[in-house]
């Protein structure tokens, strides 16, 4: 049997992370602020580091990974990338799959790649508290173990209906020294007003972004923290491609189609932008290759929302994005891939949607959970229910290779495990979970409560 598992030395760590906007036809539209009119990088400060606020705004294609960062990387990096031939067996496809690890990190997803960069600049910048929120708990988890890298406290506001259902992400949190509050919490304004209307509101995402920018924005010692829609974090994200095509060179080949779930967009973006690259480049190899974003039919951003400028909060905190949104005052159905139900996605990967340089499709929670349990028991890896969403789209893909005989070479990454979702796996193997499609007169609702600009 040929290679099944790909791996690259520590000096294979990429140098540099790579910024889309370089390549980009058009240049990214500007946030905007209360006023309507754009804002400048001095906005951001009160929140922000100077650091990140230029790679936020940067139209540099490459920017240098400053030493510590890769330092840090180097625990769990390069991460492995392997081949399926298990699962290509299974389904008795022609196709090669291809996946790469991210759940190899200490706290499991991708999202240590930008929690080690973000508590990095902060602690440069001389911050020693850091604010932010967590949906399913996986971003909390990365931002505290990279606060307790770099001395930094971190104070998380987690959707309520998630800390009272995954306790032990909590856990993690605590063990790495992190303060963990039930969102809405007691401990601001926005989340006292959510709790005088509805003292057991279950909370959202965008509440508890609400929540963490107004502690950042009203304590000097505190920043904020996002774990991804912003620029930033997707150019951090891009060191999983990078390795990717790496690996690839390895054994000689080059994908056709590229797959990730996208919940703000950031892993996505991560995997799919150095792909990009080599297409903006004219690589012969790349001409034909798609990029497949791959989101929940319960939260349809991209394949159902409307490209707009919205707030990245629920009460309109944040500057506004231009961007696929649901409205900022989506209310999530309580589906269990918690970290793709955000109302908006990352301005980047939603005008390269606009612009069709990149593909989306949405799936149902069930086929989501089908496709994993058959991961699990061909692979071994047991995915993150986020995860599960491009394994669907990527079993989908070799299904029809199969059906014209076409022997393509597919790539997904597999963000995440899924040691801490197996209650959601217990209710779909009990039959509880179902199938939600986002009503079409919630989204038609949304488009009502949209600011109003240009
Ligand atoms: C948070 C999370 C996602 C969603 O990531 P985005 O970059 O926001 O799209 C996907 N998979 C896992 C395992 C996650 O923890």
Known sequence: MPQTKILLDESDIPTHWYNVVADMPNQPAPPLGPDGKPIGPEA???????????????AERWIPIPEPVREAYRLYRPSPMFRAHRLEQMLGTPAHIYYKYEGVSPAGSHKDNTAIAQAYYNAQAGIHRLATETGAGQWGCSLALAGQMFGIDVRVFMVKVSYDQKPFRRSMMHTWGAEVFASPSPHTATGRRALEVDPDSPGSLGMAISEAVEEAASRPDTNYALGSVLNHVCHHQTIIGQEA??????????????????????????????????????????????????????????????????FGDSVGLTPLMLMYTLGHDFMPPSIHAGGLRYHGDSPLVSQLYHEKLIEAVAVPQLATFEAGVAFARSEGIIPAPESC????????????????????????????HGHFDMASYDKYFSGQLEDYEYPAAAIDEALHHLPKVG
């Open 389 to 416: 969403h491009a394994i669907r789209a990527c079993i989908d893909e070799a299904m029809q290779c199969k059906e014209t005989g076409e022997p393509k070479v597919l790539f997904f990454n597999l963000s995440g």
């Open 44 to 58: 951001l400060a009160p929140i922000f580091p100077m650091a990140l606020i230029e790679q936020e705004v940067s």
């Open 245 to 310: 095509k790496k690996q690839f060179e390895k054994v000689g080949e080059y994908p056709d189609v590229v797959i990730a779930c996208c919940g703000g967009g950031s892993n996505f973006a991560g995997a799919a932008f150095p792909f990009l690259a080599d297409k903006a480049a004219g690589d012969p190899r790349a001409k034909n290759l798609r990029l497949l974003a791959v989101e929940p039919t319960s939260c349809p951003t991209l394949t159902r929302g409307h490209y707009a400028y919205d």
